[in-house]
């Protein structure tokens, strides 16, 4: 797992809400949480689109799982940017995991974690040598507010933190 020091680049953070309100699943949210489709319409984003650091978001994992759907793995967006991971070796990566806020919290860093590993797996292995952290969000650290299925889907997300120029070239 990664071994290296954090890349002292300043960077615009990602908005994220903070929070320990929690709310119940409506009917066949889960179910709906764990089909291909799922509740969004796009499950891996890029933000911003360009800069010294961006934000690539894998969203909507089922409930409860820490492995990508398939969509999600076939997606072009993932797969170009894998194969740019692999090939820019000035880029350093942070993966960081997180969860929707339904029920306790007792099982969201396992799910957490979980998802970061998973996608840190999906790395080439010069990518995985430049990521100096693989870890689960906060305690009631979310993407979205969790007040809606789709909000409560963009939590179940890992964000893949890039940062540009840090890397050895």
Not at 51 to 73: E, M, S, T
Not at 82 to 91: A, G, N, Q, V, Y
Not at 107 to 132: E, M, Q, Y
Request: proline share 4%; with cysteine.
């Amino acid at each position: 797992m990664p071994n290296m020091a954090a890349p002292q680049l300043q960077c615009s953070a990602l908005a994220k809400v903070h929070s320990a309100a929690i709310f119940s699943y409506l009917a066949n949210e889960v179910a709906t949480s764990r089909t291909e489709v799922g509740h969004l319409g796009v499950d891996v984003s890029l933000v911003p689109p360009a800069g010294i650091c961006q934000y690539l978001i894998i969203w909507d994992f089922g409930v409860d799982w820490r492995h990508l759907k398939n969509i999600a793995r076939r997606d072009p967006l993932l797969a170009a940017q894998l194969i740019r991971f692999e090939t820019d070796k000035s880029l350093q990566f942070q993966i960081v995991g997180y969860s929707d806020s339904t029920g306790g919290q007792r099982n969201d860093i396992f799910l957490r974690t979980g998802r970061a590993k998973n996608v840190f797996h999906l790395f080439g292995p010069s990518a995985r040598s430049r990521v100096f952290s693989v870890k689960p969000a906060s305690h009631y650290e979310y993407l979205q507010d969790n007040t809606t299925a789709m909000n409560r889907a963009a939590n179940r997300a890992v964000v893949v933190e890039i940062f540009a120029g840090a890397g050895t070239i």
